[in-house]
T-cell receptor
Framework: DAKTTQPPSMDCAEGRAANLPCNHS???????VYWYRQIHSQGPQYIIH???NNETNEMASLIITEDRKSSTLILPHATLRDTAVYYC?????????????FGSGTKLNVKP | IAGITQAPTSQILAAGRRMTLRCTQD?????MYWYRQDLGLGLRLIHY???????GKGEVPDGYSVSRANTDDFPLTLASAVPSQTSVYFC?????????????FGPGTRLTVT
């Protein structure tokens, strides 16, 4: 299974862009990169996913490097409510099963 | 729309006792999952279900069992609880196991085994 590596914590000033990196150097060609976040022990919340092209939705942007060995989640204008643990996940799909392997994530602290 | 509900919200359980954590979804999703999250760590998959009547083992299945009698419900049972099963348990669902589908998570059940 492809593993991911994320920094344990990051700080960001309110209103600035938050750029959260993730390394997934063993990713396979058909594996997607997903990002979820968990706010204060609530259930994780889906943010975005991508395969090889950059993706954007109302919450965030996902930039995947050309070799797909790393990606960056961008929150364009971080607010205090974005303080959470952010998980980068590579979907392992043996036999087409959509199992997610969560790592320890990055604790993003948005400061006023 | 409720999404996913879990019960109980929290529970203190004596070691050796049997406990069933309940999970219900109203989105008619085919796939459902149970995860545990230990303090300061990420989630680990316990069991999953592709559709009603089928289940599979995840990363940490020992000591747990599941059933999927219908689409909406996916209970998790601890036959004889041990202190190492103290954790927060999250239930999740997605449209399918295969394909590119996001998972929706419930609010969690905080279980303490003494």
């Amino acid at each position: 299974d492809a593993k991911t590596t994320q920094p344990p914590s990051m700080d960001c000033a309110e209103g600035r862009a938050a750029n959260l990196p993730c390394n997934h150097s063993t990713i396979s060609g058909n594996e997607y990169v997903y990002w979820y976040r968990q706010i204060h022990s609530q259930g994780p919340q889906y943010i975005i996913h991508g395969l090889k092209n950059n993706e954007t939705n109302e919450m965030a942007s996902l930039i995947i490097t050309e070799d797909r060995k790393s990606s960056t989640l961008i929150l364009p204008h971080a607010t205090l409510r974005d303080t959470a643990v952010y998980y980068c996940i590579v979907r392992v799909a043996p036999n087409n099963f959509n199992k997610f392997y969560f790592g320890s994530g990055t604790k993003l602290n948005v400061k006023p | 729309i409720a999404g996913i509900t879990q019960a109980p919200t929290s529970q203190i359980l004596a070691a050796g006792r049997r406990m069933t954590l309940r999970c219900t979804q109203d989105m008619r999703h085919n796939a459902m999952y149970w995860y545990r999250q230990d303090l300061g760590l990420g989630l680990r998959l316990i069991h999953y279900s592709n559709t009603a009547g089928t289940t599979g083992k995840g990363e940490v299945p020992d000591g747990y069992s599941v059933s999927r009698a219908n689409t909406d419900d996916f209970p998790l049972t601890l036959a004889s609880a041990v202190p190492s099963q103290t954790s927060v348990y999250f239930c999740a669902s997605s449209e399918s196991l295969a394909g590119v589908y996001e998972q929706y998570f419930g609010p969690g059940t905080r279980l303490t085994v003494t």
